[in-house]
């Protein structure tokens, strides 16, 4: 499939006329509704029936929280291996913590699409947020924890997951080893039941980097301990920072470059963001704090406000400014080019695949261009 950047003048029909396909099938791929507005340097798919052969197999993930819209997943189950319901917290005690929604309905959906469904853990409190003394209590109480394994083996037996995903964040220094045991320790209690254990990595690009999201991942301990990895590339660009892209791409070579050195590459994903943000100017560190906005809403809020999307050739990444109501805004999100980007390293560097944080919105030309660049691994 080719990518077409949109320039003046340029207008739905006249685009579909210089590639001889129907504007619909344009409008279709890249979610454009009547009246078919576009925004300079608005970045097209072009769809093509694929004629590729031999295409590379790749292992696809996708997190989303039981609330996601039916359609959605629907849409987006076809381009996945395995669908990441998120998420299973837990007491200090080791007693499992389900959804707040029922997620059977989304791992029924995801069978019947040949889509396999993994349970994804994470130590959240009652404010929704990371706790290191939940990570702590179940890393070093070895009573707790086989609690905590026991009741996800069941679980998972119940309910159909295939998978158990770990993803614990801001680990206490002290706790890297235990931490890496405990991965080690439910690997080796799921593995005979045919379960696969993943976990996910803050993206380090060296071993002794400083940081209380950095310091108790150990790569080369965790990348022993699980059967793959995720790492986290994405969140360059975060909620409360300066506005910048959320996965730029010379960023993410770094952490794949350094993973190399401790992990092999057939367990390696890498992260993609299905997100943008939209920043407020000027930014005050402590004050400013961004809008989430899914890819498809960034380029409707460029075309409501005139703005020109510019590509920064070092992130490889769009981005625009906008003024409203005499405040001026600047976005940064992910379009095909960016995506395309983060394919050619996954081919580069001989990958085992991606997982994307998260698909609870729609961009369907991103999964139109996976489909087109490899062959999604399935069963």
Known sequence: MQIYVVKSGDSLDSIAAGFGIGAEEIAYANQIFYPYRLAIGQALLIPEQSTAE??????????????????????????????????????????????LVDDNWMINAAWQQGVRPILTLTPFDETGMFNNYLISVIVNDLTAQQNLITQMLAVM?????????????????????????????????????GYTVSVALAPKISPDQQGLLYEGKDYGLLGAAADSVLLMTYEWGYTYGPPMAVA????????????????????????????????????????????????????????????????????????????????EHE?????????????????????????????????????LLLADTFEIQKG
Not at 252 to 274: C, F, H, Q, S, W
Not at 332 to 360: A, C, H, P
Not at 361 to 367: I, S
């Open 248 to 327: 730029p791409i010379n960023k993410v070579r770094e952490v794949i470059e350094y993973a190399l050195t401790e992990i092999p590459r057939e367990k390696i994903d890498i992260g993609i963001p299905n997100y943008g943000y939209d920043w407020e100017l000027p930014f005050v560190r402590g004050v400013t704090k961004a809008q989430t906005i899914g890819n498809i809403e960034a380029v409707d809020i460029a075309i409501a406000n005139g703005a020109e999307i510019q590509f920064d050739q070092t992130a490889m990444t769009p981005f625009f400014r906008y003024t409203l109501n005499g405040i």
């Open 331 to 367: 976005v940064w999100f992910e379009d095909v080019r960016s995506i395309r980007e983060k394919f050619n390293l996954i081919t580069e560097y001989g990958l085992r695949g991606m997982g994307y944080w998260q698909i609870m919105k729609l961009f369907r030309a991103n999964w």
């Open 54 to 99: 031999n295409k590379r197999q790749v292992h696809v993930n996708g997190y989303a929280y039981p609330f996601i819209r039916e359609w959605v997943l629907g849409e987006t189950l076809p381009f996945l291996t395995t669908l990441s319901v998120f998420s299973y917290g837990f007491t200090p005690e080791g007693e499992l913590v389900p959804p």
């Open 157 to 193: 037996g119940e309910k159909g997951f295939v998978g158990i995903d770990i993803d614990f964040e801001f680990i206490l220094p002290e706790d890297r080893v235990a931490f890496a045991d405990f991965v080690a320790n439910v690997q080796k209690q799921a593995a005979p039941l």
